[in-house]
């Protein structure tokens, strides 16, 4: 298994190379540090000695990939591509355009983004699967068929649709919560609760549905027939032999994202007003921040190679017949 | 059929529906059963025939689409049909237990076998967790698991397919139950597995007076262990007695069809007796007899009105016009149970030379560890086989599965490639070759796989599948000659030219083997390898695909290499065979030589395994000990050394060397030493 791990990361590196190499074309050889310049200083004051300026300040003056004039090592180190690509592998995101220290917005905007998805995400979990085992345990009833009516109409509904209509309702008609902004402490549930609650009205519908099906697929088994042929009662069925079964592929579903948690909704933040990292990265692409974008989507492809990691490790532990080799 | 007072289940004119898209199927249309305590009563019948679902609605243990329309089940007198759920709770797994086809699907993939067992016991005798799990404990000892502690902890997938078995008996009997329902408990198990799960189930019966409703297709089970049987078809019970009478005097014209379309040893050189027609579509009431229209002793009353039940004495009794009162039964009883007149057609004992020869074929899967994958070890899937087989003869690869001989039927066409060896066919080293050349010379080389459900591409149509072959070899560039000699190819195995222009899906079993032949044969081939072609099949259909490979065989003169772990169908159709255990050839040479004077002690305890349909054969079980070990680590010596009821000391050290102990009859064992 630690064998296994290893050669996991290993394989890992090169995409991160590919994530890397790729983002930084996108970022310095399609869009010239020049081009970035005249965007951010806007039409009136671009000027080549503003341009030079700008460059300088951000370190956007060195050269792409050769620094000939430096002597040994530093050709290669004193480049664009060194300072602002390779450094992102030691988690050195540097300097935001804007002067910030990127790797502390990191650290600042984690906890508001982890507030929000970690509920939205258990919530979502602990209903859609006693929905969907609600649904299985009364299959073929009228119960069920109008379930699934329903969890296709919401699943048909925009997300924009859940947060607009959620803000308007529960903020502004029955004025329980704000409809937007964020505080520390323990304030900060009244503003995470209106998010979780969207999430969980923009997911429930598809993963309702999902479960479902998995739970039936399930209970069509030869093991459930066994277990029935036992004198077992259809609860044990369902909770012990069922649902063992259906939670690996849940489970491992669940696993995968769990990573990204981090980064958290682009949307959800942005709408209300959250500080986290999805609004972060919005906010870079509005002002045309490639710093932080450059970091953000690197960090991305960091966390996602190490969810699908996860995922395997827990399959190992959710699946006794997988063993990793 | 009387009621007895004794009896334990009374089934009475059990009548079970199943809703399938465009109508209902009356799968079971009226069985009466009657077990009594402490028996084995077998229910023998072809699939579709509605014997599972009379055992599922025993239980009520139906799937969603079938339902019990009428009828009743008496448990010791308490109708099982009647009682509410929760009661009927109780008497599953408790009075009336389980046990089913495919242990390895039946058994919960994420719980410990210990578990599993100890489920029931806490079900139904209220134990603590802890007392249960020792009593799972105590249930695997006694249906014959070594270690049973260190089992109990593990999980399914980590048994063998007859350990898992034991185990769906252990979890059976957690409850104690008066009957056992076993639905075709050996039909995915080897030979020398079946055996060994028969003699438990018959032990347990003895030991603890429980009554075994067997479910089966196979007339060799029921003769070897079961008392009374009832057979049959189309949903109804056509005829039932003690086991004996049946088989010494089969009555129902199906009875005795089935016995005639089994293959043996006295029905070699001639065609096997097969019934025409299909089991008729139940979805419409049938008004005669279910089998008239495949009777060839069916007249007008037969398609006119349904049959009643005839007792006939000693508990046999018949579903057929010819036993009605007053009519002569002497007249209506044909011959006993029939044995084709063999035509001896013509004695090929000539030794051709041989178009296929293989020598010291290795196949090796190896085995990768660790970070950089190092190989650690090899499988030895085919460790140094020899075959040689002539044109127009069949040579029979047997042994249990996992012994290697489909690896060897896949070696031989080139489509695993052999570690060593070499396989000559017609004159050219096939190892050797590769791209144009070995395409070129697939065309002779064509193979026939297992289950006719998987092998075939399920969105082509049956016409493209068959022409494939002959667009990828080019042997005929034009589209009409092709399509004309795909219609030939559907007649010449029996199918309708209609069939080109429907899908696989549309056909039985045996229709689609019958499409794999054609598949094959399309290009010609001089050699088909055939990968247990009718194990996935019904005996009467079996019997139409072994009818159909001989009579290609004398017409086209094929070779065949036959795949296959029913020695039934070797002793029919082979002239050669060759014993496989673990990757090498025990014994090998002509099959009445090999079968009927077997040197190898696998090749003896191999044959005592196979049921027998005689229930007054009396033959001995030579009982294996234990299952086929890992080829990844045979063991030293003789492979067979550890199971072998014959081992010597010399057998632990070395392998023995391969002599000849009768024309073309070659062994590999100690007890015959060269010369």
Request: with cysteine.
């Amino acid at each position: 298994m630690i064998a296994y791990l290893a050669r996991r990361l290993l394989y890992a590196l090169p995409i991160l190379v590919g994530v890397n190499v790729l983002t930084f074309f996108l970022f310095f050889v399609v869009n010239s540090p020049d081009d970035m310049a005249r965007l951010h200083l806007g039409v009136k004051r671009v000027t080549p000695d503003a341009i030079e300026k700008w460059k300088v300040e951000r370190g956007y003056d060195r050269p792409l990939f050769w620094n000939a004039p430096r002597p040994g090592l530093a050709a290669l180190t004193d480049t664009i591509f060194f300072q602002k690509s390779v450094r992102l592998f030691t988690f050195d995101f540097g300097r935001s355009d804007e002067g910030r220290e990127i790797s502390r917005d990191i650290a600042e905007r984690m906890g508001p983004s982890l507030a929000i998805a970690v509920p939205a995400l258990l919530v979502g979990l602990l209903v859609n699967v006693t929905l969907a085992m609600t649904l299985a345990f009364f299959r073929g009833t009228y119960l069920d068929a109008w379930g699934v009516v329903f969890a296709v109409v919401l699943m048909s509904v925009s997300s924009l649709f859940y947060i607009i209509g959620g803000q308007y309702l529960v903020g502004k008609l029955l004025r329980l919560v704000p409809i937007s902004g964020y505080e520390g402490g323990l304030d900060a549930v009244k503003f995470i609760v209106l998010p979780v609650l969207v999430s969980l009205a923009a997911g429930v519908g598809s993963g309702t549905r999902w479960y479902r099906t998995l739970f039936l697929e399930e209970l069509g088994r030869d093991y459930v027939r066994t277990a029935r042929a036992k004198g077992l009662a259809e609860r044990a069925v369902l909770f012990k032999h069922v649902l063992r079964n259906a939670l690996i592929p849940i489970l491992t579903g669940v696993v995968v994202v769990l990573p990204l948690l981090f980064l958290g909704s682009l949307i959800t933040e942005a709408f209300f007003g959250i500080p986290g990292l999805g609004s972060y990265t919005i906010d870079a692409i509005h002002q045309q921040d490639f710093a932080v974008v450059r970091a953000m989507v690197f960090l991305g492809s960091v966390l996602y190679i190490l969810g699908l990691l996860l995922t395997d490790i827990s399959y190992t532990l959710v699946d006794p017949r997988v063993r990793l080799e | 059929m009387t009621a007895s007072p004794r009896a334990l289940l009374e089934v009475r004119d059990l009548r079970v529906s199943l809703s399938v898209p465009g109508g209902t199927v009356r799968a079971v249309d009226g069985v009466d059963l009657t077990v009594m305590p402490g028996e084995t009563h077998a229910i023998l019948g072809e699939s579709g025939c509605g014997k599972s679902m009379t055992a599922l609605s025993i239980l009520r243990l139906l799937p969603a689409a079938g339902r019990v329309v009428d009828g009743s089940v008496r448990l010791d007198g308490t109708d099982l049909l009647r009682l509410p759920e929760d009661a009927m709770r109780a008497v599953r797994g408790r009075r009336v237990a389980m046990i089913f086809q495919e242990p390895q699907s039946s058994l919960n993939p994420v719980l410990t076998v210990g578990d599993q067992i100890a489920e029931g016991v806490r079900r139904h005798q209220g134990l603590s967790r802890r007392a249960a799990l020792r009593r799972a404990v105590e249930l695997l000892e006694a249906v014959g698991i070594p270690d049973p502690s260190r089992r109990a902890s593990e999980y399914p997938h980590q048994l063998s397919g007859g350990m898992k078995q034991r185990v769906m008996i252990a979890t059976a009997l957690a409850g104690e139950p008066d009957l056992l329902i076993a639905d075709e408990p050996t039909t995915a198990l080897d030979v020398t597995i079946q055996a060994q799960v028969l003699e438990l189930l018959d032990q347990l019966r003895r030991e603890r007076g429980m009554a075994v409703l067997l479910i089966t297709h196979d007339l060799g089970v029921v003769a070897e262990s079961a008392q009374r049987v009832a057979v049959m078809y189309a949903g109804q019970v056509v005829e039932e007695g003690v086991t004996a009478d049946l088989f010494a005097r089969p009555l129902h014209p199906y009875t005795r069809k089935l016995f005639a379309a089994l293959p043996a040893v006295g029905k070699r050189g001639g065609a096997l007796e097969v019934i025409p027609g299909t089991v008729p579509s139940l979805t419409a009431h049938v008004p005669g007899c279910r089998f008239a229209p495949r009777c060839d002793q069916a007249w007008a009353l037969c398609r006119a009105a349904a049959p009643g039940w005839h007792p006939l004495g000693r508990g046999q009794g018949v579903r057929c016009h010819l036993y009605a009162e007053g009519r002569d039964r002497a007249r209506s009883l044909p011959p006993g149970p029939a044995v084709v007149p063999a035509s001896m057609a013509v004695p090929r004992d000539v030794t051709p030379t041989p178009l296929l020869r293989v020598r010291g074929l290795q196949v090796h899967f190896p085995i990768r560890r660790g970070l950089l994958q190092r190989v650690v070890g090899q499988v030895r899937a085919v460790d140094g086989v020899d075959l040689d087989l002539a044109a127009g003869r069949t040579l029979a690869l047997v042994g249990e599965s996992g012994c290697g001989k489909t690896t060897v039927g896949h070696a031989v066409l080139q489509l695993l490639r052999p570690t060593a060896g070499s396989v000559r066919f017609d004159g050219e080293e096939l190892t050797r070759l590769s791209g144009p050349r070995l395409r070129q010379r697939r065309r002779e080389l064509q193979i026939v796989f297992q289950d006719p459900y998987a092998s075939m591409n399920p969105r082509m149509l049956v016409g493209d599948i068959v022409e494939e072959g002959m667009l990828a070899q080019g042997t005929l560039p034009d589209r009409t000659a092709r399509r004309s000699r795909v219609a030939d190819l559907l007649a010449q195995v029996g199918l309708d030219p209609g069939a080109t222009d429907r899908y696989p899906h549309e056909f039985s079993g045996g229709q689609r083997q019958r499409v794999a032949i054609a598949r094959a044969l399309a290009v010609e081939p001089r050699l088909v390898v055939c990968d247990e072609p009718t194990s996935a099949l019904d005996v009467s259909v079996q019997a139409q695909i072994l009818n159909l490979l001989r009579n290609l065989q004398d017409h086209l003169g094929l070779a065949y290499l036959f795949i296959t772990h029913n020695l039934a169908v070797v002793e029919y159709l082979a002239h050669e065979v060759a014993v496989m255990y673990l990757g090498r050839i025990v014994e090998r040479g002509p099959v009445g030589a090999v079968l009927r004077g077997p040197a190898h002690p696998y090749t003896r305890a191999l044959l005592s395994a196979v049921p027998v349909p005689d229930p007054a054969g009396g033959r001995a079980v030579i009982h294996l000990e234990g299952e086929l070990p890992s080829p990844s680590q045979p063991p030293r010596g003789c492979h067979f050394h550890p199971r072998c009821p014959e081992a010597r000391d010399l057998c632990r050290e070395s392998y023995p060397e391969t002599v000849g102990v009768g024309t073309g009859h070659r062994v590999a064992c100690h007890l015959h030493p060269p010369s």
